[in-house]
Nanobody
């Protein structure tokens, strides 16, 4: 199983970016999907998480600005980031809890990280 993230880049404060992360491989089912981020000198933190069904949850710092969504048919999770601030700059990592073949155990997989830079 692999997670491939994309969509990072350089944006001005107040701008928007959309991150995508697609899971591929021997996937039987996907439970939670989400995004973490890590800024230089800081610990990795949860940004947003979305279960297969039900409500997403967000870090307080991004509520009202970021929206997480998923396309289960495409095994893909998205993060729409609006009104970006300098403090949102970080490497963003997607993750997914996946039941994969052949053992069908639940494993956590991580994407490779995509850089988001917010600067004028």
């Amino acid at each position: 199983v692999q997670l491939q993230a994309s969509g990072g880049g350089l944006v001005q404060p107040g701008g928007s970016l959309r991150l995508s992360c697609a899971a591929s491989g021997s996937i039987a089912a996907i439970d939670n999907m989400g995004w973490h981020r890590q800024a230089p000198g800081k610990q990795r933190e949860l940004v947003a998480r979305i279960p297969t069904g039900g409500y997403a949850n967000y870090a307080d710092s991004v509520k009202g600005r970021f929206t997480i969504s998923r396309d289960n048919a495409k095994n893909t999770v998205y993060l729409q980031m609006n009104s970006l601030k300098a403090e949102d700059a970080a490497v963003y990592y997607c993750y997914a809890e996946i039941r994969d073949y052949p053992d069908l155990y639940l494993h956590a997989y991580w994407g490779q990280g995509t850089q988001v830079t917010v600067s004028s």
